[in-house]
Structure formats: C-alpha cells, structure tokens
C-alpha cells in the first residue's frame, strides 16, 4: 500500500522538504505531494532588489523532475487527528505531514493601514514598484530598522529621501551591537534620516502621522515591522512560542506524524540558541523534516537537524553590506567584500532547475555551501 507524504508550503522549507523525501524514497512505494497556492517559489532574501521576476522560481521546474506533486491550492484547515488537511475545498490525507508554510508579516492595526506598502512577498514588491515606477527625487518613509527594513531603506536611499523610524531608541535593536556601529554608518553615508524613539499614529496617502501628531509627508510608507509564523501552526495541539512557531525535537518532529520546518517551527540551532526565521535555517531544516518524514514511513534512521554555525549577511545598498558570525553577531566583513559575499549569498540560494541529480544531491547536503 502506497504511503503518502504531505508538505504543507512552497518556500525554501517546504521545496527542500519534498526534494529531500524524493531523495529518500528512490524506488519505494511513496507518494510526495506538495500543496502551495502559487506556481512560484519565492526566493524572499532578492525582494529588496525590487526585482519580483528575479526573485521567482517556477515550482514545476523543481518539483516535477524529482517525481513530486504539486496541489495548487491554500491549506485552510489540519485535522491532525484524523490525518487530513483541507485544501481548496478539498480534503487531502496523509501519513506523515510536513509543515511549512513560512512566515507572515505582521500587518499593522493603524488607520490608513491600506495606505502601506510592503516587500514581504513578490506581488507586495509589484505594487511598490508600481506606484513608484522610475520617478526619482522620491520621499520614503520606512518603518522598523529590522534586516528588512535596513535592506530597503539602504537600497532605496538613491532615489530620494529616505526617513527611517524606529520605535527603540537604537537603531537595529534586534541585530544588537555588534553590527550596529557599521550599519550606523551605512546609513549616515547615504543619507537615510533616521528617527529612534518614534511610532505611527496613522497613514495617510500622503505620508504618516506620528504619536506626538508631527505629519511627515512622504511618496511611499513601506511597513516591515514584524513577522509571524503562519496561523495554520494555531491548528496543532501544540507547544508554540512567542512567534507562533511551534516547538520541535532534534529531529523537527512536533507529534506522531507531524513535522515543521521554516519559519513555523522553533527549532535548536545549537544547545543555547533557537533560530531565527530565515532562509539559512529554512533550507537545512526542509532537508531534515523531509528526509524524517519519509525515513519514519520507510523504517530508516532519522537525522538530526544540525545546522552550520550562524551569520549575517546584510546588504546595506552603495554602502557595502556587513557579515558576522556568531551570536553575537561579531563583524567579520564590511564594505565591499561583504557586499560580494551577500551577491553570492543571494545567487546560490537559487535551487536548480530542470535537473534531477542535481536537486536531489543537494537535497542531500546539510551544509551551506556558501558560509559552511
């Protein structure tokens, strides 16, 4: 009787979870399916190049070589219990389940909240793109001095002005700092205004109002404050932490047949450390949870997830970019070479197409290539 394997998520967690269960299976009886609305893979670290044709990957040229259907539809419901998920009407059942359906942004709850733009998925970027189109000499307000909004504020800071506001009273609190002296400067060398110590009252077509009532007037307010896992995690009977993400074993294991990976499963990146929601944890964690999955079905021996060492890579726009390593996040690189790093970070996070040895060997590879 044929088992089935169901990957819930069509980022890097969940393709590398089905590349590295068809890696497994080679001629047994298993079924590998994966269920994602979109036709693409979205390589979310390209989108503050706002290049949305760059940053898609056609699944079909992923998924099809190594045997693995795709659903196109949205999980809407689990029933872990009775192994099944719902999805575009329709019921789907499993013998094992990998979750991994990312992230979300967290959306803000201010007036005027339809007003705001957003870099969190392909389309967002789109609609910026198109409402800015190829004008110049632009205003733009960012909010949240996280990666994300580093990244696009520095990246947009040739095109105009440039206000960064940022509720604590460092920039970057979440980076620490270690890093926060370079990216200080980064922004100080391209002109990025930047305002701590600051929140939004509403949005407006013309700008933002902030608490204290003060209008800054502005072409585009791009929101990046905030990530969340994906609520369908709010469907397991399980432990979750404060990101929503949901506590797992060593082998990415959350219950009987369940598996997370990505940005909805709070995993040990080493004995003091959990992860952070990011593609370098993303794609390591879907090769473990897609090879345990099947491995379980197939009575195989389960791996451990174990992940290389942790960095940052931060492109930082015409300023160079910053690389650390560690906890800590102690600087290793600045400048340019850390800019070339960052540019051959965001080329080999690309998977290959078209090529099923190639897929499948490297569904097989914990290590990053690039950092590990």
């Known amino acids: 009787m044929m088992s089935d394997v169901l990957i819930v998520g069509g980022g890097f967690a969940g393709v590398w979870s089905a590349a590295a269960a068809a890696r497994l299976r080679g001629d047994d009886d298993l079924r590998i399916t994966l269920v994602a609305p979109h036709e693409d893979l979205v390589l979310r670290p390209r989108l503050h190049k706002l290049d949305p044709a760059w940053a898609r990957v056609p699944l079909k040229r992923i998924l099809e070589p190594i045997g693995v259907t795709h659903v196109r539809a949205e999980v809407t419901g689990l029933e872990v219990g009775g192994s099944t998920v719902t999805a575009g009407g329709d ?11 990312g992230s979300r942004l967290v959306r803000a709850g201010l007036p005027g909240a339809r007003h705001l733009f957003d870099i969190d998925s392909a389309d967002g970027v789109a609609r910026l793109n198109g409402h800015l189109g190829d004008r110049t000499g632009l205003t733009v307000v960012v909010i949240g001095s996280g990666f994300t909004g580093l990244e696009i504020a520095t990246e947009l800071a040739g095109r105009g002005r440039v206000i960064l506001l940022e509720r604590a009273d460092v920039v970057a609190p979440e ?17 990025v205004e930047v305002r701590l110590g600051v929140s939004v009252r509403s949005v407006t077509e013309q700008g933002v109002v902030l608490a204290d009532g003060e209008s800054v007037p502005a072409d585009a307010v791009v929101w990046t404050a905030g990530m969340r896992a994906h609520s369908l995690t709010e469907q397991i009977a399980a432990e979750r932490d404060g990101l929503g993400r949901l506590r797992v074993d060593r082998h990415l294991r959350v219950s009987g047949g369940v598996f997370a990976a990505g940005d ?13 929601q990011s593609c370098q944890f993303a794609t390591p964690m879907g090769k473990a949870a897609g090879h345990n999955a099947a ?21 930082l726009g015409a300023a160079g970019a910053v690389f650390t390593t560690g906890w ?7 400048g340019q070479d850390a800019k070339d790093l960052k540019r051959t970070i965001l080329e080999v996070i690309h998977p290959p197409l078209d090529d099923t040895e190639e897929i499948l060997r490297q569904a097989g590879q914990q290590s990053n290539e690039v950092t590990g």
Do not use: K
């Open 91 to 101: 019921t789907i059942g499993y013998d094992r389940l990998v979750l991994a359906a």
């Open 175 to 191: 980076l620490g700092p270690g890093p926060r002296p370079v990216i200080a400067a980064a922004l100080a060398e391209l002109g």
């Open 264 to 276: 909805v499963a709070a995993a040990m990146a080493d004995a003091s450390n959990h992860v952070v």
């Open 295 to 315: 491995a379980d079905l197939l009575g195989l021996p389960l791996v451990d997830f174990t992940p290389d060492p942790y960095v940052t890579c931060l492109d």
């Open 328 to 334: 800590d996040r102690a600087v290793a690189l600045t």
